[in-house]
């Protein structure tokens, strides 16, 4: 009764003075409080004092670590689970995929699947929504799509995934064909169907279609507009280069802009380099979340863009005051089920000398196909020999180079960075996949990048 209403603090005390406790009570307890963000530590405590454990307290572990943003502990829970002969149910298999889906652990994923597969969990919708958005978080949108025509029934849930899906993969036109097909057959969208329409636009630079949905939404389907699309509008203005009607959006919007919104806007002035609105976009900005190192970063580089240096080192110094620390990029590459990390100029890993000398072959090759550096991604002034350096060193080179000399010859190479990978990276990976005839697809902080020979899924528009 006592975790039901919340009472953390009387549960506990209650739960401390039990003189027998069996498996159904310890689990009330660890269910309770790893359902709290403040409290995993003392779920944890919990789990680790259990004399005995059932499914149900592993499941709620692991369901409490993704919940909480800690998708590694959660696939160590659920590895600890097996080597203890745990058998998930299907509610542990959900978490476990959801964690699979935020590290972008395919390996996992995919056993995983066929554990569902030989279970008979495999047909059921939920884990099959699950799968869907596991396989197209990993970068297999192919087998995210068997899994959505496999399915014997499929709810707007599924629609919605796939629709999303193809948009972070760049494949608006199979989005928008998509939606069709689920008008077509009855299915009623909602607003996560329209969120994915409107990435999808947004990523391809579709702006007519963008506003025909957005449009269409209360027009058609009386759902009202959340934050989120309108987020999503801004977004496709503002990268399209719209960036005063996607101000005039914002001014006329029935609710209060938020810092996604306002941060498309700023994202939109960085692209297209238009200072004046970026100012005006960090004014909200800074009052809306002015610890967030993103927006002055952003502003930083729209001045160095500029080559209005003193106003950059100004935000810079600004950081500085103000405690804001830059939240440093880092890629990463999963490879025998062990995930390896970097940072731009990473000397840590055991392979560094390796990576370093693999990354200079691939540089020379690169250049003998006219390869130049693009230097004006390095928003310092500095020396042009200097920003080079800077360049060969960013964090999704080193992975490349990491991951074609540890994978299979022909098999793809599959990265995740928690920041936008910049131009230079961009032109250096479409080149590196036609040299070593290798798919390399790295997810970045909004979208999918499938780099094959030669070529980027997103059409060099993101």
């Given amino acids: 009764m006592y975790t039901c209403c919340g009472v953390t603090d009387v549960a506990k005390r209650f739960f401390d003075k039990m003189a027998e406790k069996d498996v159904v009570t310890w689990n009330i307890m660890i269910t309770h409080f790893s359902k709290q963000d403040d409290d995993m530590e003392l779920a944890r405590k919990l789990f680790d004092e259990m004399p005995e454990r059932s499914?149900?307290?592993?499941?709620?572990?692991?369901?409490?670590?993704?919940?909480?943003?800690?998708?590694?502990?959660?696939?160590?829970m659920f590895t600890d689970m097996e080597a203890a002969g745990g058998k998930p149910n299907e509610v542990t298999v959900v978490a476990v995929l959801a964690a699979c889906a935020d590290l972008g652990a395919l390996d996992l994923?995919?056993?995983?699947?066929?554990?569902?597969?030989?279970?008979?969990?495999?047909?059921?919708?939920?884990?099959?929504?699950?799968?869907?958005?596991?396989?197209?978080?990993?970068?297999?949108?192919e087998i995210a799509r068997d899994v959505f025509y496999e399915m014997k029934e499929r709810t707007v849930v599924s629609w919605s995934a796939m629709i999303g899906g193809y948009a972070m993969h760049g494949q608006a036109e199979e989005a928008l064909k998509l939606f069709s097909k689920m008008s077509r057959i009855g299915?009623?969208?909602?607003?996560?169907?329209?969120?994915?329409?409107?990435?999808?636009?947004?990523?391809?630079?579709?702006?007519?279609?963008?506003?025909?949905?957005?449009?269409?939404?209360?027009?058609?389907?009386?759902i009202?507009?959340?934050?989120?699309?309108?987020?999503?509008?801004?977004?496709?203005?503002?990268?399209?280069?719209?960036?005063?009607?996607?101000?005039?959006f914002i001014k006329n919007m029935?609710?209060?802009?938020?810092?996604?919104?306002?941060?498309?806007?700023?994202?939109?002035?960085?692209?297209?380099?238009?200072?004046?609105?970026?100012?005006?976009?960090?004014?909200?900005?800074?009052v809306l979340d002015p610890l967030n190192d993103g927006y002055y970063v952003v502003l930083s580089n729209v001045y160095a863009d500029a080559e209005r240096w003193e106003d950059a080192a100004r935000v810079r110094m600004l950081m500085r005051?103000?405690?804001?620390?830059?939240?440093?990029?880092w890629s990463s590459i999963t490879v025998d089920n062990v995930v390896h990390e970097f940072v731009a100029g990473d000397a840590t890993h055991p392979q560094a000398e390796e990576i370093y000398r693999k990354w200079q072959e691939l540089l020379e090759q690169m250049k003998q196909r006219g390869y130049v550096p693009d230097t004006k991604v390095v928003l310092l002034d500095m020396d042009e020999d200097k920003k080079e350096h800077v360049l060969y060193r960013h964090s999704e080179k080193l992975a490349v180079s990491f991951g074609l000399m540890n994978t299979p010859p022909g098999t793809p190479i599959r990265i995740m960075?928690?920041?936008?990978?910049?131009?230079?990276?961009?032109?250096?990976?479409?080149?590196?996949s036609d040299i070593v005839n290798r798919e390399i697809v790295v997810r970045d902080r909004n979208r999918f990048h499938c780099f094959k020979d030669g070529s980027c899924s997103c059409r060099d528009y993101w």
């Fill in 55 to 76: 499914v149900r307290s592993w499941t709620a572990m692991i369901a409490g670590y993704v919940q909480c943003g800690n998708p590694k502990e959660a696939i160590r």
């Fill in 109 to 141: 994923g995919r056993r995983v699947h066929e554990y569902l597969n030989q279970c008979g969990f495999g047909r059921n919708v939920r884990v099959c929504n699950t799968l869907i958005d596991m396989y197209i978080k990993c970068g297999c949108l």
């Fill in 187 to 222: 299915i009623r969208p909602n607003g996560v169907t329209f969120i994915g329409l409107l990435h999808a636009c947004s990523h391809m630079g579709l702006v007519d279609e963008g506003r025909g949905f957005f449009s269409s939404m209360t027009k058609d389907y009386e």
């Fill in 224 to 248: 009202i507009p959340q934050i989120e699309h309108y987020g999503c509008m801004v977004d496709l203005l503002s990268r399209s280069g719209l960036l005063q009607e996607a101000h005039e």
């Fill in 254 to 286: 029935p609710i209060k802009a938020n810092g996604v919104v306002w941060g498309a806007l700023l994202g939109g002035c960085k692209v297209h380099k238009n200072v004046e609105l970026a100012e005006e976009a960090i004014k909200h900005l800074l």
């Fill in 321 to 329: 005051d103000q405690g804001v620390k830059k939240t440093p990029g």
């Fill in 417 to 432: 960075k928690n920041l936008r990978v910049c131009e230079d990276c961009h032109a250096a990976l479409k080149l590196i």
